[in-house]
């Protein structure tokens, strides 16, 4: 899944929960570890075999190649390229319209992602009848391999037998090509990208509000307090950091966006929706340049980089 | 509570896993769940992209191989057109486990690397079972040679043709006493002869319908141009092209395109084959389609405009997707298979593809096929795409100089504009290097 | 290195759904106090309920769209205003259609076997690792923990075309294992595992080494029990985002008959062309097995999403 992929890391992680049922745990004492310090990396090598071969190895392969002419063709017979891929990359105005492309995609699909999820989980925590219904309709899109959600979705967005413009005609308004009018694909891939994925921060917000201490809104009520009062001023800054954690990650996440959109458009109309992951797709399947793909993906990698070093930054210093 | 017991059970899942691991590799050996690399001699993996009618026609005649040879049992996998297609085909013949057989459009040969992704075709064994080369359409077989290699074996010509309402065109007296399109003179005449068709009341003259398409404005331009005998040379680092002749065929395209500058593929397709235009520029492809029009459909090859005979045209062809180490047993039947869907292809004209098979195309029963035969001639001079590696088939080639062309078209650019234009969507791809 | 890559490293948990109440079931819970989002009276409830049920109509729309496309016949699928109730009446002819002809049942299975393996290897790869990390050490324990912890920055979508040429060299292009190795590196799974053995009292294992256990024997008997919430969590985490990926089974693999679901379904055709009822059909068919799953399953799934969901991602 694009937005969550499986061995997709992100730079923040919580304290897992289960820690908490675990019996309290006595303070590290480096005496307490195992003494049997040779059998430590036997535990270690399975996985160090596994990151070595299949991270370290392709992170430095396609770093070598980024500076090759390397070809899906040629039977591995590429000759040294220098900065030459690199320079290309920064002149290239498809890298320049598809990083455009998916600085847009992640503005527009990251604010109702947080805002939607945040509105969603507060309205199910109101402890009213019918949670699991609710769960179930919010979460379970998330769950939907990305092909049914392209099958689904360009049946909805269909022209003349789409819900979408049978709905639009309904209202009275002129029917929309969703996914093949320049103006509209950009807004109907964000559209689903909402559906699919908002389930996932709505249930980690949900799980964040069930950990807001009963005892704060106990103290408010005393107090007085109304419903309004009590969002405001409890629920919500108990879940600044939560929601801090949530745009991060959401964030990184959307930058990364592939699957729907080349499944939805194949980047069309026109390039108006190619991200820059496929764009480093075409250029190294399509196009058999591997080599400059490789450049792409590692100039990628840096804006990805120092991206999460800011919105860490940032978000540590309001933490702190 | 339940949940430990589920949690206990999903740990035992995963010993359970953890042994199919341990068993896996007995799984890599047989490739798939399915055991698809089975070394059965007349099992042939085969991709191909026709669907609807065509995926209708392919699938017959697949069944009637498999009915008539014993023993030669093709596997077809249908994918997406386009250059999803050729991506995939490629991958697949650069990971060294490609299908055995697969289609591709001659245009795109040039830019597909056949000395990296392709084998090239053994003529001798293709005689051995009855295709000797000479029964095939000589001017589509010499474009699927690469280095004096035969890398592709046409299957058909699917050139851009015109069809029309006869009784209309008779009406107007566009039609010879054979039901023929008279063949206009010059490119004014022609405009004459579609202004004759837009007196009736009402009506539309001739459309094409390639608005917001990226494929149909460059086929007819490239027909058009291709009969002006000018060059159009894509293997320098600058277009060895005639440039008045460009502006020439493009001004002829504004004016012949008045009643369809806003019209999409499927408008065109609705306004001929509901009676709103009685002339259509289209692809033979959509004889089906317009088959089920309720009037006399007429076709004929492209009208000679500009001096020498020639459509815009492509041919599906059969290739040999490189593999690693090709099973001897397989690359035969392969070969039996190609020798056998060419043999039966008067079934394929029926989806208004020429074949590029000569006896099918000289018998009888295809001089009774209307109106596949009266566009037939199209195949002598197929106007395919000029060899380089970005053109061809479902390329950004062919998508941009159609934005290019629609503008001219819409009149948002002159036509010397539009050519300019076309220049230098042409000098984009020159400088990029060719990555074969 | 570590606490500067992951700032919630030894702080208080950051939003871990930790439950810091009575275990009293929350249905019950809301009786004593307070909603904390709504006020007191029937109004507001009322009002957001009305909220609630359109936004989850509103939410299911598609899906129900999609279930009744696919009881359609293909004449109905293809009339534009058939509306909810198709003219010819509903039919299982879709689904016939593509149970008979398709690879559906193939891929079905091609991806629970993926599935199945990646989870278990990551899972049994990942928590030795984890267990190595929190417990023992060696030379160079430092420097590899490090060196796994800042990679969960690495994104593996930007590895797609060195690892393409990796697996045609090692010549594993087109099997499975391409489409399964390069899925079971999951630091970010190492790290939530890591955290949750720092946590486990050393006392047990302290106990079963005097008497005399080597390490993987307590590894086994020991630790491994204690940690069977924390394994189900991240075994749900990787096993449902597995089923779904996309990028990487799409480019390892060409062959149809390897493919998982979500690559067959979006790259093989049908030579019929464009089938409403069918696509329909076939997306259903689809969604079924993990619907079924988080229908079964909601609350270990929602729990396995909150424990390693910021983790995870």
């Keep these: 899944m694009s937005t969550v992929p499986t061995t997709g890391p992100a730079s923040l992680a919580p304290e897992p929960a289960h820690a908490a049922d675990a019996p309290a745990a006595s303070p590290r004492a480096s005496g307490t570890r195992s003494r049997r310090g040779g059998s430590g990396g036997l535990f270690v090598a399975p996985f160090m075999i596994f990151f070595g071969l299949f991270l370290l190895v392709p992170l430095v392969y396609g770093l070598w190649m980024s500076f090759t002419d390397a070809s899906l063709t040629g039977h591995g017979d590429s000759s040294f390229a220098g900065l030459g891929n690199y320079a290309e990359a920064l002149t290239d105005s498809e890298v320049w319209k598809s990083l455009g492309n998916t600085a847009v995609f992640t503005v527009l699909s990251s604010v109702p992602l947080v805002v939607l999820a945040l509105a969603m989980a507060l309205l199910v925590h109101a ?21 049914v959600v392209w099958q689904v979705w360009s049946m909805m967005f269909q022209p003349d037998l789409g819900l979408v413009n049978n709905f639009l005609g309904a209202l009275g308004l002129d029917s929309v090509g969703w996914l093949v009018d320049e103006k509209w694909a950009m807004y109907a891939v964000v559209l689903v990208t909402v559906w699919w994925t908002a389930g996932f921060n709505f249930l980690l917000y949900l799980a964040a509000l069930q950990a807001v201490p009963d005892h704060l809104y106990e103290a408010a009520a005393l107090d007085g307090a109304g419903a309004w009062r009590r969002l405001w001023s409890i629920t919500l800054p108990q879940l600044r950091r939560t929601t801090g954690l949530i745009a991060v990650l959401q964030v990184l996440a959307s930058l990364k966006v592939f699957d729907q959109i080349y499944l939805l458009t194949r980047g069309g109309p026109n390039g108006s929706t190619r991200p820059i992951l496929e764009y480093i797709y075409d250029t190294g399947f399509t196009g058999y340049r591997l080599g400059y793909a490789s450049a792409i993906s590692y100039v990628f990698f840096a804006i990805l980089v120092i991206l999460s070093l800011a919105q860490f930054k940032i978000f540590s210093r309001k933490e702190a | ?68 040879v014993p023993g030669l049992d093709p596997e077809d996998t249908v994918l997406d057109w386009g250059a999803a297609y050729y991506t995939k085909l490629a991958m697949a013949s650069a990971g060294g486990r490609a299908p055995d057989l697969a289609i591709m459009h001659l245009s795109r040969l040039a830019g597909y690397a056949p000395g990296g992704l392709l084998d090239p075709w053994d003529t001798a064994l293709l005689e051995e079972f009855g295709v000797p080369q000479a029964r095939i359409n000589p001017r589509v077989r010499a474009l699927g040679r690469f280095e004096k290699q035969p890398y592709a074996i046409p299957f058909d010509t699917h050139p851009f043709v015109v069809f029309y309402d006869r009784t209309v065109m008779d009406k107007a007296g566009l039609l010879d006493s054979d039901g023929r399109l008279l063949p206009p003179e010059s490119p004014a005449h022609f405009l004459e002869m579609a202004e004759r068709l837009r007196e009736r009341k009402g009506k539309l003259g001739p459309i094409m319908g390639l608005f917001n398409d990226t494929a149909q404005a460059w086929r007819m331009f490239w027909g058009l141009y291709s009969q002006t005998g000018g060059a159009f040379d894509l293997s320098g680092r600058k277009p060895g092209v005639d440039r008045d002749k460009m502006v020439e065929v493009v001004e002829f395209f504004q004016k012949v395109a008045v009643d369809s500058r806003s019209m999409d593929y499927p408008a065109g397709v609705a306004a001929f084959t509901t009676g709103q235009s009685p002339f259509i520029f289209s692809g033979e492809w959509e004889l089906p ?116 062309l629609q503008q001219g078209m819409r009149g948002a650019d002159s036509a010397k504009g539009t050519v300019a234009e076309m220049l230098s969507g042409l000098d984009f791809f020159l400088s990029k290097p060719n990555p074969a | 290195m570590s606490t500067q890559t992951v700032p919630s490293a030894g702080r208080p948990p950051v939003s871990a759904p930790r439950r810091r109440t009575s275990p009293v079931p929350r249905g019950q819970r809301s009786s004593v106090r307070p909603g904390p989002v709504l006020g007191s009276g029937p109004l507001p409830k009322i009002v957001a309920l009305v909220v609630l049920l359109a936004a989850t109509v509103l939410w299911l729309l598609p899906l129900a769209w999609g ?102 060299t090692a010549h594993l292009a087109d099997t499975y294992w391409a489409v399964i190795l390069p899925q079971v590196v999951a630091p970010a799974m190492v790290f939530i595992l890591k955290r949750f053995f720092d946590g486990v009292p050393r006392e047990l294992e302290e106990a079963a080494r005097i008497d005399g256990a080597g390490s993987l024997r307590v590894f086994w008997s020991i630790v491994l ?46 030579s019929y062309g464009l089938q409403y009822a069918q696509s329909a059909a076939a997306a259903m068919l689809a969604s079924l097995p993990l619907v079924i799953v988080f229908m079964v399953f909601q609350r270990q799934i929602v729990k396995s999403v909150a424990t390693t969901g910021l983790g995870g991602q």
């Design chain 3, 67 to 168: 279930l009744v496309t696919s009881f359609k016949s293909e004449t109905d699928a293809a009339t534009p205003d058939d509306g909810w109730i198709p003219a010819h009446g509903f039919t299982l002819g879709a689904y016939r259609q593509i149970l008979d002809q398709g690879n559906l049942p193939l891929w079905a299975l091609n991806s629970l076997l993926i599935t199945v393996v990646v989870t278990a290897l990551t899972v049994a790869v990942s928590a030795l690792a984890a267990y190595g990390f929190s417990r023992t050490l060696f030379r160079g324990r430092k420097a590899l923990l490090g060196l796994t912890l800042a990679s969960i920055m690495v994104p593996p979508q930007i590895l797609i075309v060195p690892l393409f040429r990796e697996m045609i």
């Design chain 3, 225 to 270: 029990p204690l940690s069977r919430p924390i394994l189900a969590a991240v075994a749900i985490f990787v096993f449902i985002t597995t089923w779904n990926n996309f990028l990487w089974p799409f480019i390892s693999t060409s062959d149809p008959n390897l493919m998982t679901l979500p690559v067959g379904l979006s790259t093989v055709k049908d």
């Design chain 2, 289 to 404: 389609t317009f088959q089920g029009a309720k009037f006399d459909l007429g076709a004929s090859p492209m009208p000679t405009l500009f001096g020498s005979p020639a459509s815009y045209a492509d041919s599906h062809s059969f290739v040999l997707p490189h593999q690693d180490n090709a099973d001897e047993g397989r690359r035969r039947a392969a070969h039996q298979l190609v020798a056998e869907l060419l043999k039966g292809s008067m079934t394929w004209a029926q989806a208004g593809h020429i074949p590029a098979y000569l006896p099918v195309v000289g018998s009888k029963a295809y001089a009774k096929l209307d109106p596949q035969s009266s566009y037939a001639p199209a195949a002598e001079h197929p106007a395919i795409d000029p060899p380089a590696w970005f053109t061809g088939a479902g390329s950004d080639f062919q998508a941009r100089m159609c934005s290019a």
């Design chain 1, 127 to 147: 402890n009213l009848p019918g949670q699991w219904l609710w769960r179930f309709a919010f979460f379970a899109p998330y769950v939907l391999p990305v092909a």
């Design chain 2, 1 to 68: 509570m339940s949940v430990t017991t589920t949690r206990r059970g999903l740990l035992r899942g995963a010993v359970a896993g953890l042994s199919a691991a341990a068993l896996a590799p007995a799984l890599a050996a047989c490739g798939s769940v399915a055991g698809s690399v089975s070394s059965s001699a007349g099992k042939v993996r085969f991709w191909h992209l026709f669907q609807g009618g065509d995926g209708a026609l392919m699938r017959r005649m697949l069944a009637k191989v498999r009915a008539d």
